[in-house]
């Protein structure tokens, strides 16, 4: 009789998260059918648009490709967040914690930085991005920081390829050494 008390309370206390679970579940299928546009405009902005500004950025990814893909019907998000579909708020505080500001601008290069196919060059007056890369990085591993004028920044490089340890160049001018392609 007293299991049979434990196990009703427990079914009747179920029954009210039923409700909650059939919305998420209807919620996960809107989004379902919206996760092609928000894909084709997180691709998009990881593939082209790391090289611009801010402002040019957001007219792309919210103007030019948003409105392209309502004018052919695609389904999306409405409104469109890049932060919520490619980033967390967690990981959006843990950024901050160290030391990556919180504006749009920097979550966008702090995208673009952990999820890009390419390695990121950050044009870094402010020494922020520089900041943030080295607690980042140094947090998870052994960090390697060197500039072409090293005589050794070769040897450094291949080290690091080779255990999976990340590298940092510092004072890049406009001519890249073409052995890093």
Known sequence: ????????KLIQGLGSERTRWSKDKDDLQMRKSRFVGDCVLAAAFLSYTGAFTFSYRNEMLYNDWQSDLISRNVPLTTPFRLESLLTTPVQISSWV????????????NGILTTQASRFPLCIDPQMQASKWIKERESRVKKLTVQT???PDFLKYL???VQ????????????????IIN
């Open 1 to 8: 009789a007293q299991y049979l008390a434990a196990a009703n």
């Open 97 to 108: 914690s160290e030391g990556l500001p919180s504006d749009e601008l920097s979550i966008q």
């Open 148 to 150: 072409f004028t090293d």
């Open 158 to 160: 291949e080290i690091c």
């Open 163 to 178: 255990f999976g340890n990340p590298f940092l160049f510092e004072g890049v001018d406009e001519d890249v050494d073409p």
